[in-house]
């Protein structure tokens, strides 16, 4: 009898042990142009940053200020890149030597010198809680 109820308290308690996911709440300001769509990504190492995101959102413009959120992430260091497509060519436009002609900005508001802004700048961790990233354009 002993045994069958360690047993059921075993069995109950790693039922409700299960790995925590939070959210990544990013608010974006100074939005200068009241038209087109944000286009939002989502890394999580860095080889992938800029390249290949994990997760994506499209939030179309409304106002000088967005906020969108990226649910159920599970804990883990991360870091985020986005533009404002305002004229919804569905890419980023840039003139000569590849410098951004839209609006961009990246998670703790990194800022690249002579180059996109590097993982270790943009990178922050997701660990027992949600997150907020405030990223002005």
Excluded: C
């Excluded at 299960?18 to 974006?28: D, F, L, T």
């Excluded at 413009?61 to 959120?69: C, D, P, W």
Aim: net charge positive; aromatic share 8%; charged share 20%.
């Amino acid at each position: 009898m002993k045994s069958i109820l360690l047993l059921l308290i075993t069995v109950f308690s790693f039922q409700n042990v299960k790995a925590q996911n939070h959210n990544i709440v990013v608010n974006i300001s100074n939005i200068n142009t009241i038209e087109g769509t944000l286009v939002i990504g989502l890394y999580d190492n860095e080889s992938n940053f800029l390249k290949k995101r994990i997760k994506g959102k499209l939030e179309k413009v409304s106002q000088s200020t967005a906020s969108v959120t990226f649910t159920n992430i599970e804990p883990g260091d991360y870091a985020i890149s986005l533009f404002h497509d305002a004229n919804d060519n569905k890419k980023m436009d840039t003139f000569i030597f590849g410098i951004p002609k839209e609006d961009y900005g990246t998670s703790n508001n990194a800022k690249g010198i002579m180059g996109p802004p590097k993982w270790e700048d943009a990178v922050f961790t997701v660990k027992d809680k949600n997150v907020i990233q405030n990223i002005k354009l």
